[in-house]
């Protein structure tokens, strides 16, 4: 399985994310003592950092089931089927630049259950955008509660415009899909070029019918609300780990800006900017930096540990290797 991704555009973006990367490391790491980091992690109760393992691990197979109701209109696949790809995806992300992994997991399952790989893809947009949605929701209930930082707010609301405007833009492309087939028709193009056109976006729009659906729709929402209150429920026990005065409401202060910072060019494993936007939210808590330094580096350790350790079981499990989601040609 070979993935193109070294043209120059690219590499061009790679770059930036590894230039955001080394910047962002650079001040989160700024006038910190080590020595104080050290001192910090050493103090983590072992008992609450199995429980945070676990119940972050456990948010993976939430998310097969998710990415299972999503596909019902390509394929029905059961979300134990879904669950090995699922967690390589998120693997590959940690790996591979620029968030291949959801390419990754769109080959994987295209290969797999012998649908479209775009249909695939399709359905992890879909993903994203209930993602998004469910973010923006945990947003609002918890400004309710704690108020956010201007710059918070509004990166928020260039989330949830940006939000509006794809799922406004599908349901645009699903309406007029008739009307762009025969555009299509009447472009002067290669008849083989028009037929992959047509046969994409064909497995495309079907694999997004579900935007239409009120049931799909309200399922994949709520499954997505779960996930994103376990992942602020992981913040909280992570940092009652390591006796972090963090209220609850704060952690999803924390959880928000840490979601904003993928925003940026990214390095794999968004190293860098989840260290210096996670340490820059608990700063604006009052908590002092070490701490938060120590905090952050356990958080985003733990994720690439529980992710590492499935991806690799899952890679085993579906006969893959890790120098086939990483080749270049």
Not at 4 to 9: E, K, Q
Request: charged share 10%; with cysteine; aromatic share 14%.
């Amino acid at each position: 399985m070979t993935f193109m991704y070294n043209n120059a555009t690219m590499r061009k973006h790679m770059w930036i994310g590894y230039v955001v990367a080394a910047v962002c490391l650079y001040f989160a790491f700024r006038g910190i003592s080590f020595q104080q980091v050290g001192k910090a992690l050493a103090q983590a109760k072992p008992t609450w950092v199995l429980l945070t393992v676990v119940l972050y691990g456990g948010t993976y197979y939430l998310r097969s089931i998710r990415w299972a109701l999503l596909l019902k209109p390509v394929r029905a696949i059961s979300a134990k089927e879904l669950y090995w790809p699922t967690v390589i995806g998120y693997f590959a992300n940690n790996i591979l630049p620029l968030r291949m992994g959801e390419l990754v997991r769109a080959h994987i399952c295209g290969s797999k259950f012998k649908i479209s790989r775009t249909a695939s893809l399709g359905s992890i947009l879909l993903e994203r955008l209930c993602d998004t949605l469910s973010f923006l929701t945990t947003f609002l209930v918890v400004a309710l509660i704690y108020p956010f930082p201007w710059f918070v707010e509004k990166g928020a609301l260039a989330l949830g415009a940006a939000c509006f405007g794809m799922i406004v833009a599908l349901l645009l492309i699903q309406k007029h899909e008739n009307k762009f087939h025969v555009l299509l028709g009447r472009a002067r193009l290669p008849k083989r070029w028009q037929d992959n056109i047509r046969e994409g976006t064909t497995h495309f729009l079907h694999s997004i019918s579900g935007i239409k659906q009120p049931r799909y729709v309200v399922e994949a929402l709520s499954l997505s609300l779960v996930i994103w209150i376990l992942e602020g429920t992981f913040l909280f026990m992570m940092a009652m780990a390591f006796g972090i005065p963090l209220l609850y409401a704060q952690a999803f202060f924390l959880l928000f800006v840490l979601g904003l910072s993928v925003t940026l060019p990214q390095a794999p494993g968004y190293v860098g900017t989840y260290e210096f936007f996670g340490v820059t939210a608990l700063s604006l808590l009052g908590i002092p930096k070490d701490q938060a330094l120590s905090l952050i580096l356990a958080l985003h350790g733990t994720q690439f540990a529980v992710v590492g350790i499935l991806g690799v079981i899952g890679l085993w499990r579906e006969g893959l290797s890790l120098h086939s989601i990483t080749t270049t040609s």
